[in-house]
């Protein structure tokens, strides 16, 4: 059947999935999004009808690709850029090092940032990428851009750490040669940006004659936007958009997606523009965007003026709009609720902290069916930290595990964590005292006057540890939250008893870019995953025998929820 959808629904990519950049080849669309200090780097999406989308790949899985041990919160893969030539993929990224704090009023610290942009290129999508091709360090954002006549040009924002200087100086170029895989030539600044100010995300294109250049401005806040200029040739002098900027929500706080910028173009099969953008879905009235910065869609128009804008001239982003003409429509099997580990593969959803070296965190070998976490640093650990979760994509929903942990000390922790980054994370864990073991939760808030938080322990009677269980076993106690918008609520039981609700409810708004200090990067989302610390040093661990995530409605009591 030959059906096509007459509408999408945006966010196509919900939860934390920034900076796409998107490509067609042939009838294959994909898209590449940011993973910043989660591991493996750079999610990649596949879609036949640009309605339903399914992460397929990321890249970047090994040492020689990507080490972010260390890398600060919201650091690492920045903005990746996907482009298809010479039957290659080509992938951009930037693995960020250190952020600098003086973008922001208020923030100390000096404004000196490290970044390093990488190429890598597979056949496939879902194959081997290669080692990386080093290109430059002077600033963020890198896109590649094939031209007509087969040659290639970086192009990066460029950061200006000097006193009194604008941060974001402007769009630079310079020529790559693949064949000495390395760039040439001169580098130039083609495009300095508006008023706006903050002139980053750029992408070129051709289309008759004309070289366009789209970047993103005003911050990946409130004020973002997407900005675009051309020229007749490729080093400028590049005029600006007559409406300034094409596509942004700045002005417009009744809107459902919020922030909107950072965006790519694709043409489809039928010659119909498509414009990817980031995007975010606050709470009412523009609250906290706990599900981070999402990847949204929307078809574009060249007026007569040769100019690029919304189908409808508002230039503002849309929860519907028009499917492609003539595309068939391919959705995707929905994925389990719940998985039992029974495969020695990490769930696709799932993903780690910063360390290339996955055997030192975890296994789903070391005892069949479950995923085994082995205890490391804390879990505000840059560093070795065994934190495993997926994205949350919804406002509302719920989230359980069984986990079987027998701690020996008050250094050895292990349960159920809400995470956004190592300073804002609501975290239930096992652990044991001077009266025996206990349940408590952990809450780094960092908008409160005291910036970390316990509730008073919860004892849990242990039993008998059964046959068969490891030595580091216990008996299996499940761990439940439940989250509707800014309420978090957790429980707990032994298996196969009643569920006890903790009395005190969380604030699920601190998992939120919004909810920091000043100057601190928060460019990622919230998480929601198993994590086990052994600050002795002794690597004691916990078995998770299953991870349960559904999304449901809104509830006025979640102890009414019959689930789980």
Known sequence: MDARAAVITNPILRGFNPDPSIVRVGDDYFIATSTFEWFPGVQIHHSRDLVHWRLVARPLNRASQLDMRGDPDSCGVWAPCLTHADGLFH??????????????????????????NYLVTSPRVDGEWSDPVYLNSSGFDPSLFHDDDGRKYLVNMLWDHRPGQNRFGGIVLQEYSPTKRTLVGERRNIFTGTAIGFTEAPHLYKRLGWYYLLTAEGGTG??????????????????????????????????????????????????????????????????????????AIQPMTWGADGWLRTIDGGGVPHVEVPAPRGLPVEPHDVAPARDDFDSERLPIDFQWLRSPAPDDLFSLRARKGHLRLYGRETIGSLFTQALVARRQQAHCFSAATRVEFDPQHFQQMAGLVCYYNSTKFHYLYLSRDET?????????????????????????????????????????????????????????????????????????SILSDEATAPGLPNFTGAFVGMACQDLAGTGYAADFDWFEYRERPYVVDVSDLELL
């Open 222 to 295: 409130w004020g973002h936007a997407v900005t675009m200029a051309r020229s007749r040739t490729l080093l400028g002098p590049y005029e600006l958009h007559p409406d300034t900027y094409i596509l942004s929500a700045r002005h417009r706080p009744d809107l459902a997606l919020q922030r909107a910028g950072h965006a790519d173009l694709v043409e489809t099969q039928s010659g119909e523009t498509y414009m990817v953008y980031l995007c975010g879905r606050p709470l009412g009235n523009r609250g906290r965007c706990t599900l981070g910065r999402e990847t």
């Open 436 to 508: 025996g073991i206990h349940l408590r939760v952990m809450s780094a808030v960092p908008d409160s006057v005291s910036a970390d938080a316990f509730t008073p322990p919860v004892p849990i009677a242990t039993k008998e540890r059964r046959k068969g269980v490891p030595a580091e076993g216990g008996a299996p106690v499940d761990l439940r939250v439940e989250v509707d918008f800014e309420r978090l609520r957790f429980a707990y039981r032994p298996a196969g008893e009643a569920w006890a609700w903790l009395p005190q409810q969380f604030d699920a």
């Open 91 to 116: 992938l951009i990224y930037t693995d960020v090092k250190r952020y600098g704090r003086t973008t922001t009023a208020g923030a100390s610290g000096a404004s000196l940032r490290d970044f390093h």
